[in-house]
């Protein structure tokens, strides 16, 4: 942060008991938004503590990062689910979907219930096969660098492979959908007015008021429109086809009535959870993986004893199978991946409505 920010420590504020001291509040308008949004909030955090109101052009929000006070947000008895600034901005392009949904919204309860099996255990058996599937191409083409011939030299470009491999996965196991990610040297276009539409809906946070933002407005209305497009092709090639299955996402949202009213979800609200599926389904994913190879790779000790348990099931077979089951088996990976998530979270943050600050313990 290039200026330090403006600090005020208020009197108690909306806090009846005097105990409670208020926490500070801390005005960033003169530093600016950083292009490393987390970061900076820890880094106030760090000097602020873990409770502060941050004030941005005017607006108030309370960032709470303790364990304590996260556990507490937490508790859905006391806080609903709230669509801060940022998902606000997503709502352009993935309108009532389940991420950004309002808490009272209808069409959220009624997608949750519907989309709840999905989730189950005997779900994620079915979508082992597209998993299986998508990883070999990743393999196939990593492997194909060494092939005799190949240019050894060209680098491998680590995220964007995850990224292939997360938005194959999602596509396939969730609606059918095969974006082929590994035959193409660029993102598919989708990708590309998805990352453009997130970056705009970030970007849109740190606008100063006045200016004039028409031309990024007018790409993220072309963007939004690009993204319902492919998406309505998804569902209208599932319905052509006459599929009444309902063992993936989108056959749940087409042939699986409410359980409790019977209704089913409009056209409008099931491609806004397409694209959101599309959305929270491959980016968190793909950045965790992308964080894990790079913690291994920094640490060779875990490497080598994430190797062990992999050659510990499969040793040198050529091509192995892994089974369901086999998964469950990698431990030492599965905490490689919760340590990742720990050290560098995909997501970050989540916010609820307005709760008021009593005290660094208790926030109602
Ligand atoms: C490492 C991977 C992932 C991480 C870290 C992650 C994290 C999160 C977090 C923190 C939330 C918000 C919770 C809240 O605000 O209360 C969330 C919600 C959601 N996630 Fe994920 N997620 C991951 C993978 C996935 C995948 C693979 C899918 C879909 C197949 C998915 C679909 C969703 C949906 C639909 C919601 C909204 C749920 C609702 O409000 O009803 N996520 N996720």
């Not at 801390?26 to 760090?46: F, H, K, M, N, Y």
């Not at 894990?292 to 192995?320: S, Y």
Request: with cysteine; aromatic share 8%.
């Amino acid at each position: 942060m290039s200026e330090s920010p403006t600090v005020e420590v208020h009197g108690p504020r909306n806090a009846p008991d005097p105990a409670y001291p208020a926490p500070p509040t801390v005005d960033i308008t003169a530093t600016g938004l950083s292009s490393t949004p987390v970061q900076q909030a820890v880094e106030l955090a760090r000097r602020y503590g873990p409770l502060y109101v941050r004030r941005y052009h005017g607006r108030d929000s309370l960032w709470a990062s303790s364990m304590e006070l996260v556990e507490e947000l937490s508790d859905e008895t006391r806080f609903a689910k709230g669509v801060g600034p940022a998902l606000e901005n997503v709502r352009g392009i993935a309108g009532d979907g389940l991420f950004t949904a309002y808490d009272d919204e209808p069409n959220w309860a009624k997608a949750h219930d519907i989309l709840l099996p999905a989730f189950a255990m005997n779900s994620m058996r079915t979508y082992h096969p597209h998993m299986l599937r998508v990883a070999r191409r990743l393999i196939a083409s990593w492997d194909g660098r060494f092939a005799p011939g190949a240019a050894r030299s060209a680098p491998v470009e680590v995220s964007e492979d995850m990224t292939r491999m997360t938005l194959d996965t999602i596509g396939l196991a969730g609606f059918g959908y095969d974006f082929d990610s590994f035959a193409r040297t660029d993102p598919h276009p989708f990708v590309e007015a998805l990352v453009r539409s997130l970056g705009h809906s970030q970007a849109k946070l740190a606008r100063t008021p006045g200016g004039d933002y028409a031309a990024e407005d007018a790409e993220f209305a072309a963007d939004a429109a690009f993204l319902a497009e492919v998406v309505d092709e998804v569902i209208e090639s599932r319905k052509a086809a006459g599929d009444t299955a309902t063992d993936d996402l989108l056959g749940l949202m087409l042939n699986s009535p409410h359980p409790g009213s019977g209704e089913v979800l409009d056209e409008a609200n099931i491609r806004n959870q397409v694209i959101t599926f599309l959305i929270a389904g491959h980016e968190t994913t793909s950045g965790t993986l992308s964080f894990a190879l790079h913690h291994l790779l920094k640490n060779p000790a875990a490497l080598h004893r994430a190797q062990a348990e992999v050659d510990a099931l499969w040793g040198d077979t050529p091509d192995p199978e892994p089974s369901y089951e086999d998964v469950g088996r990698l431990r030492y990976v599965r905490q490689v991946l919760n340590e990742t998530l720990r050290l560098w979270p995909t997501a970050p943050a989540s916010s609820a409505p307005s709760p008021t600050p009593c005290s660094a313990g208790a926030i109602r």
